[in-house]
C-alpha cells in the first residue's frame, strides 16, 4: 500500500503535515488545484454508477476483504495516526481494530438491512428498497483519521455508493493511505477518491461540490462552525446531509454510586485520545454526598496519567493534534479560573517540543464558565457539584449539545430513569459511551443530525423507495 508525497514546493499551495510530539515536519504535499477536483469528481462519479449495479452480496464480499486488508496493514495505520496527530500508539491500533470489526458486521449484516421489505396491500404487490443515493461527499475530522472514514465509508459503500473524501488537512497521509487500502481490499478504482485540498480552500470546495449535480449528499464530522456551512449549502441544494458535531458530554454521578469504580472510569472516559473526542466525557456532575470522595479518586487517577512519547505503548496521554488546539484548551482553563473555577491538578502547557498538555481538574465549575459551557476538546475535566438528582439533571441538560451521556448509580433502573430525562443521542448506564457498529450513533441539538452506524447508518445514504404492482 502506497502512501507517496509530493515534496516539491515549488508551487502555490501546499499542505505540510506536522509531527505534534516534537513539532517538526513531516511531509509536504501539494494541494490541487480545480482542473485535478474535476478530473477527480469526474472520475469518482463514473465509479459511482457502476458501483451501484454491482449486488449488494458482492458489495459486502467487498467489505469483508476490507476486513483482512486493514488488520493487515494495521501497524502503518496506526503509525500514521500517531506520526500526524499524536494519537497513543495502543489506541490507534484499537482503532484499526475496531474499523476491521465494523467491515465484518457489515459484511455479514449488510444484505439483510438493505433487503427489499414486503408490504402487504390488497390488490398489488408493494415493497420499500434501500437503493444507492449515489456520490457521497464525506468531510472527516483528524481525530480518528481511520476511524471517521470507516465508520462512514464502509457501509456506505456495501449500499452502493461512491465517496470524496475530504479528510483533515493535517492527516493528509492517512487519507491517501485509507484511498489505496480500499483499492488493495478489491474496491473499484476511484470509488473511493481523497481530495488534497489545502485548508484555506475547504470552505469554497465544500460549498462547490455540495451544489455539483454529480454529488447526491454529504456527510461531516467537524465543529459547529463547519457543520453550519454544510447544513446550510445541502439545504440550499436540497441534498441531504448527515452532521456529527461537537459534545460536552455529561457524566453524572448519583449519590449511590461506587465512587472508586466510577472515578476510575471517568479518568478513562475523558482522557481517552488525549481528551480529542467528541464523546469524551466532559462534565462530571456529582452528587454532593459523594462528591469529595469522587474528586479525591479522580484526581488521584488523573496525575497518575502517564504523559508522554506517543509512540510508546505505556504512554496514555500524548500531546493535543495542532499548537492552536493547545491554546484553547489553556484559554478555557484561565477563563474558567477567572470566574471562580479551582484548579485541582495540571493547568498549564508543558515546556519543550510537541503539543503536549498537563491533564487538568477543574472543580466548581457549572455554566456560565467556558470549561462547561464550551466543547473542551483536550486534557481538561470540569467538575459540578449537584444538590441532588433534579439537580444533576438540570446541570446535564445546561449545554447546547447532546450527543452522549453516561450515569452511573447502583440502580440501573434509576440510572435509566435519570438518562430518560437527559437529551442525548445515547445513553449509558455504568458504562463509557462509546460507539458500535451494532447500534446507530449520532446526536441532537448542537451535536447535530442523522445516524451513523447499524441499520439506520446503512441506510442514511438510501433512496427509501417504494414500489406497487397492481395484480
Known amino acids: 500500500m502506497s502512501t507517496s508525497t509530493n515534496t516539491n514546493t515549488n508551487t502555490n499551495t501546499t499542505i505540510e503535515t506536522v509531527n505534534p510530539a516534537t513539532g517538526r515536519p513531516i511531509a509536504v504535499y501539494e494541494a490541487w488545484d480545480a482542473a485535478r477536483i474535476e ?24 467489505a469483508a476483504r476490507l476486513a ?35 467491515a465484518d458486521y457489515y459484511a ?20 420499500v428498497a434501500h437503493e444507492p443515493a449515489g456520490l457521497l461527499l464525506a468531510v472527516m475530522p483528524w481525530n480518528f483519521p481511520v476511524w471517521q472514514v470507516m465508520r462512514f465509508a464502509v457501509p456506505a459503500l456495501v449500499a452502493g455508493n461512491g465517496i470524496l473524501l475530504k479528510h483533515a488537512s493535517n492527516v493528509t497521509g492517512s487519507a491517501l493511505a485509507l484511498q489505496d487500502l480500499f483499492v488493495e481490499a478489491g474496491f473499484p478504482d476511484d470509488l473511493v477518491s481523497a481530495l488534497v485540498v489545502a485548508d484555506v480552500d475547504v470552505p469554497g470546495v465544500t460549498a462547490r461540490l455540495i451544489e455539483d449535480e454529480r454529488v447526491a449528499a454529504v456527510t461531516l464530522t467537524g465543529s459547529n462552525r463547519a457543520g453550519a456551512a454544510v447544513g446550510a449549502a445541502a439545504g440550499r441544494a436540497a441534498k441531504k446531509s448527515v452532521l456529527e458535531l461537537g459534545g460536552s458530554d455529561a457524566f453524572v454521578v448519583l ?13 478513562k472516559a475523558r482522557f481517552t485520545n488525549s481528551g480529542q473526542s467528541c464523546v469524551c466525557a466532559k462534565r462530571f456532575i456529582v452528587a454532593a454526598p459523594v462528591a469529595d470522595a469522587f474528586t479525591a479518586a479522580f484526581v488521584a487517577g488523573v496525575e497518575s496519567l502517564r504523559l508522554g512519547d506517543p509512540r510508546d505503548p505505556d504512554t496514555q496521554v500524548g500531546p ?41 481538574v477543574l472543580a466548581g465549575t457549572g455554566p456560565g464558565m467556558a470549561a462547561f459551557d464550551e466543547e473542551t476538546f483536550g486534557p481538561l475535566a470540569a467538575i459540578a457539584v449537584a444538590r441532588d438528582t433534579e439537580d444533576a439533571i438540570r ?18 433502573s434509576r440510572g435509566v430513569a435519570v438518562a430518560r430525562r ?36 446503512i441506510r442514511e445514504f438510501t433512496n427509501t423507495r417504494t414500489y406497487w404492482v397492481a395484480a
Open 108 to 127: 455479514r449484516q449488510g444484505p439483510d438491512l438493505l433487503a427489499d421489505q414486503r408490504v402487504a396491500v390488497d390488490g398489488a404487490e408493494a415493497w
Open 39 to 62: 478530473t477527480a469528481v469526474a472520475r469518482a462519479h463514473a465509479a459511482s454508477l457502476a458501483w451501484a449495479r454491482v449486488p449488494v452480496t458482492e458489495r459486502a464480499g467487498r
Open 255 to 267: 449519590d449511590d454510586a461506587d465512587v472508586e469504580r466510577t472515578a476510575a472510569a471517568a479518568v
Open 320 to 360: 493535543l493534534a495542532r499548537d492552536d488546539l493547545r491554546a484553547a484548551i489553556q484559554r478555557q482553563v484561565e477563563e474558567s479560573v477567572a470566574a471562580g473555577a479551582r484548579l485541582l491538578t495540571g493547568g498549564k502547557p508543558l515546556p519543550g517540543e510537541g503539543y503536549f498538555h498537563q491533564p487538568t
Open 395 to 412: 446541570l446535564a441538560n445546561a449545554t447546547a449539545y447532546g450527543l452522549g451521556l453516561s450515569v452511573w448509580t447502583a440502580d440501573a
Open 68 to 102: 483482512g486488508t486493514l488488520r493487515e496493514h494495521a501497524g502503518q495505520l496506526a503509525e500514521l495516526a500517531v506520526a500526524e496527530m499524536g494519537k497513543p500508539v495502543t489506541e490507534a491500533a484499537g482503532e484499526v481494530e475496531k474499523s476491521a470489526l465494523t
Open 422 to 457: 437527559i437529551t442525548s443521542g445515547a445513553a449509558f448506564v455504568n458504562a463509557i459511551v462509546a460507539s458500535d457498529p451494532r447500534l446507530p450513533f449520532g446526536g441532537t441539538k448542537r451535536s447535530g443530525y442523522g445516524r451513523e452506524l447499524a441499520a439506520e447508518g
